[in-house]
């Protein structure tokens, strides 16, 4: 099992930064992709980010590509979330998600099996 766990969100201007972390504990060897998705209220969950923990390969929904970074730290088990010229339509709850068994579609959600609680970002115009 994986557990996982959130922090970095908070409120923020238009055209600001954060940083979005996702610590792992639990058995990390076995994540094959770490993926940041978002869901605001009353639409579906969708993918921002992913990454592939074994090659470092990073993937991008086309509305965050240029403006946001996925990176990892093998050493402390944390992938990040840099984003960067955030606008309104990014406040959303963040919520990171592992899985373990595959890599076909990194920004789908039922390629992950492990999920956290999420982080809330607020963006204010």
């Known amino acids: 099992q994986v557990q996982l766990v959130e922090s970095g969100g908070d409120s923020v201007q238009a055209g600001g930064s954060l940083r979005l972390s996702c610590a792992a504990s639990?058995?990390?060897?076995?994540?094959?992709?770490t993926g940041w998705f978002r869901q605001s209220p009353g639409k579906e969950r969708q993918g921002v980010a992913a990454?592939?923990?074994?090659?470092?390969?990073?993937f991008y929904a086309d509305a965050v590509k240029g403006r946001f970074t996925i990176s990892q730290d093998n050493a402390k088990n944390t992938v990040y979330l840099e984003m960067n010229s955030l606008k309104p339509e990014d406040a959303a709850m963040y919520y990171c998600?592992?899985?373990?068994?595959?890599?076909?579609?990194?920004?789908?959600?039922?390629?992950?099996?492990?999920w956290g609680q999420g982080t809330q970002v607020t963006v204010s115009s």
């Open positions: 998600a592992t899985g373990t068994v595959r890599v076909l579609s990194p920004l789908r959600t039922d390629e992950y099996n492990y």
């Open positions: 639990g058995y990390t060897q076995s994540r094959k992709l």
């Open positions: 990454i592939n923990n074994r090659f470092g390969g990073a």
